[in-house]
Nanobody, 127 residues
C-alpha cells in the first residue's frame, strides 16, 4: 500500500508561486500515475493536474493551464506541483493521489481512478 504526504502549502499573495510536494512510500511508486486535486469550502473535489507513471501523459484543468506544472521524480518517490501566477480562486486544500498503472493506463483526470490519497495541504492566496 502506498502512503502519500503533501507539503509546501501556505499563504501567498496573488501573483506569487508555491511548489507542492507529494512524498510517496513503497517500492512501486515508479509505476503509479499521480494526480493533484483541490477542494474549496462548499465545493466538490476537482482535478488540478495529473501525470502518468512515466511522465508521457499529462492532464491540466483549464483553470490552471499555463500557470501550473506537474512533474515527478521517481528516483526520489516524489511528485510536484509548481504553481505560478496564483489567484485567490486557487485557494483550497490540495490533495495528492496515486494509482498503479502496472496493469493498464488510467484516465488521469478521473478522481475515481485513484486508489491512494494524501491528507491534503492548505493553499491560501490573498488578494
Amino acid at each position: 500500500q502506498v502512503q502519500l504526504v503533501e507539503s509546501g502549502g501556505g499563504l501567498v499573495q496573488a501573483g506569487g508561486s508555491l511548489r507542492l510536494s507529494c512524498a510517496a512510500s513503497g517500492r512501486a511508486f515508479g509505476s503509479y500515475a499521480m494526480g493533484w486535486f483541490r477542494q474549496a469550502p462548499g465545493k466538490e473535489r476537482d482535478v488540478v493536474a495529473a501525470i502518468s507513471w512515466n511522465g508521457d501523459r499529462t492532464y491540466y484543468a483549464d483553470s490552471v493551464k499555463g500557470r501550473f506544472t506537474i512533474s515527478r521524480d521517481n528516483a526520489k518517490n516524489t511528485g510536484y506541483l509548481q504553481m505560478n501566477s496564483l489567484k485567490p480562486e486557487d485557494t483550497a486544500v490540495y490533495y495528492c493521489a496515486a494509482v498503479s498503472e502496472s496493469r493498464r493506463l488510467r484516465p488521469l483526470e478521473g478522481a475515481k481512478e485513484y486508489s491512494y490519497w494524501g491528507q491534503g495541504t492548505q493553499v491560501t492566496v490573498s488578494s
